[in-house]
């Protein structure tokens, strides 16, 4: 799905992950699950190119609805994957801290899971090799990507800064559609390690200049993250 000039989506509202379409190649964020594999096909076909010309993917975090087609791109097609030091263990193994579910509803709580199990979102394949990345990084990727620490959904989330794309991408830093009670709006993410942290993170987004902030769940927002940064603490109060 196209959402501008270089910008792609993936998947939906209930898992997104993207795509940055430039002359120098595609940098992709995020993985969904595995699933998403045939729509990072589709994708790319649309726009007359395939996986050959994608440069590097970047994980947001290392969580399993994140990393899905990631060890196939790496593995097979020699696409490197970045993620911050801190997640790379849950990326490489599935390690994480338990966390409280929070509210749920039964009809976005099953739709959530359903729609995971159709895109086999049950045969995570965990990452085998990683690049290692921290805040304040600017990739040498197309699109150039700026990588700000986000912490707090785990230890290293980031959000990921494309100006080409005019795009802020915050994995789960926050959400714009829980996936447990289907309420939509700017709001903290559930299955979050550190709730506290994590708000305290959109601090680092809030003077960055972009028109799309485009969470990995939810719908895109063409807003600034000084307002969507706003509208969370709004949200979690």
Not at 184 to 202: I, K
Request: glycine share 12%; net charge negative; charged share 20%.
């Amino acid at each position: 799905m196209k959402l501008g000039p270089h910008l792609h989506r993936l998947g939906n509202d209930i898992v997104a992950c993207y795509l940055v379409d430039t002359d120098e190649g595609i940098t992709l964020i995020d993985a969904g699950l595995p699933g998403h594999w045939s729509d990072l096909q589709s994708e790319l076909g649309s726009l007359g190119k395939s996986v050959d010309d994608v440069r590097g993917l970047i994980l947001t975090h290392g969580d399993s609805d994140h990393i899905g087609f990631a060890e196939r791109l790496r593995s097979e097609h020699g696409v490197p994957v970045f993620i911050h030091a801190a997640d790379s263990v849950r990326a490489r193994t599935g390690e994480k801290p338990k966390t409280v579910f929070g509210p749920m509803r039964i009809g976005p709580t099953l739709g959530f899971f359903g729609y995971s199990l159709r895109k086999n979102g049950l045969r995570t394949n965990h990452l085998k090799e990683v690049t290692e990345i921290r805040e304040g990084d600017v990739l040498d990727l197309p699109g150039s990507p700026v990588i700000v620490g986000m912490p707090g959904h785990s230890p290293g989330s980031v959000a990921v800064h494309v100006p080409i794309a005019d795009a802020l991408f915050v994995g789960d830093a926050l959400t714009t559609r829980h996936v447990l009670t289907g309420r939509e709006g700017p709001q903290p993410a559930p299955f979050t390690d550190d709730p506290e942290a994590a708000l305290a993170s959109l601090d680092e987004i809030a003077e960055l200049k972009a028109s799309w902030v485009l969470p990995g769940h939810g719908a895109p927002w063409q807003v600034s993250p000084a307002e969507v940064s706003q509208a969370v603490r709004k949200g979690a109060a």
